[in-house]
């Protein structure tokens, strides 16, 4: 059984940083494509960041290139998402997603597999 379980969301002050993690349990974590996706108050969810765990490459949305990385934890099968700089438009619930083979977007409708998410709240 598939499971995704976020963490490390909090409230932080604007400029600030975060680093969100997400276990995986139930599947082969090297087969697979991770994302991180959220969602904003009011809004739909949008793509993040993903990583092929098997090749390591990323791909960034452009709102978040530069300012965040997405990369495999020090613990096992984990995968991290380090925010830098954050600003109140980064508020929303960030999830965490995995699909079999990396889809060539971001969108949240390629990914097969979710946590719960978790809370990420940036104040001006």
């Known amino acids: 059984q598939v499971q995704l379980m976020e963490s490390g969301g909090d409230s932080v002050q604007a400029g600030g940083s975060l680093t969100l993690s997400c276990v995986a349990s139930g599947f082969n974590f090297g087969d697979y494509c991770m994302g991180w996706f959220r969602q904003p108050p009011g809004k739909g969810r949008e793509g993040v960041a993903k990583i092929n765990t098997a090749i390591n490459t990323t791909f960034y949305a452009d709102s978040v290139e530069g300012r965040f990385t997405i990369l495999r934890g020090i613990r096992k099968n984990t995968i991290d998402l380090q925010m830098n700089n954050l600003s109140p438009e980064d508020t929303a619930m960030y999830y965490c997603?995995?699909?079999?083979?990396?889809?060539?977007?971001?969108?949240?409708?390629?990914?097969?597999?979710w946590g719960q998410g978790t809370q990420v709240t940036v104040s001006s």
């Open positions: 997603a995995a699909v079999r083979y990396c889809p060539l977007g971001l969108k949240p409708g390629d990914f097969d597999y």
